[in-house]
């Protein structure tokens, strides 16, 4: 009598767990409405349409948030938007489903050089080469934006307006 009410809590937890556990689909499969505007969106980007490639993406992203490809194609998008910083976390979201992604350790290289972070990039290319046994063509591409560099600074327009005061004439 005294175990039976610690009994009938501890069953009811086993069975609310066991039915949660039963309603998830493995990592493996994921949602074929995700896959097919993972599609939309890489066929949109790469005819230049960013901005819709970018709602395709998220759309895949809110269907299925386990889709890492879409993480990396918004990746893509961002440093096509000249935005490093958002693309650098969208490819950190991408390792975390799956750290050994070379395509998006890689791709997180490429953004930081872009941001500036060049020895952060050369860590992500030493990652990428222990993971591959062979040259593959991730790390050569990263290599090479790593050698290339950070774009350079783009200068503002207020450089412009201090010198265009002085020129101004007095009535």
């Known amino acids: 009598m005294r175990f039976s009410p610690v009994a009938i809590s501890l069953s009811l937890a086993l069975a609310a767990v066991s039915s949660s556990v039963q309603g998830q689909r493995p990592d493996d499969q994921i949602d074929p409405r995700s896959l097919v505007l993972l599609k939309q969106a890489e066929s949109a980007r790469t005819s ?13 992203l809110a269907i299925d948030p386990r889709n890492r490809a879409a993480f990396v194609s918004l990746g893509r998008v961002a440093q096509a938007q000249a935005l490093p910083g958002k693309a650098i976390r969208m490819y950190r979201e991408a390792l975390v489903i799956e750290p050994n992604d070379v395509t998006a350790l890689a791709g997180q290289g490429e953004a930081m050089v872009q941001k500036g972070a060049v020895e952060r990039a050369k860590a992500n290319l030493a990652k990428v080469k222990s993971l591959c ?3 593959c063509p991730q790390a050569v591409m990263l290599a090479a934006a790593i050698a290339k560099g950070p774009p350079p600074p783009v200068l503002t327009a207020q450089a412009g307006d201090k010198a265009s005061e002085g020129a101004t004439t007095k009535p």
Do not use: F, M
């Open 48 to 60: 230049g349409d960013l901005v819709a490639a970018n709602d395709l993406l998220e759309t895949a």
């Open 133 to 135: 046994k062979a040259d």
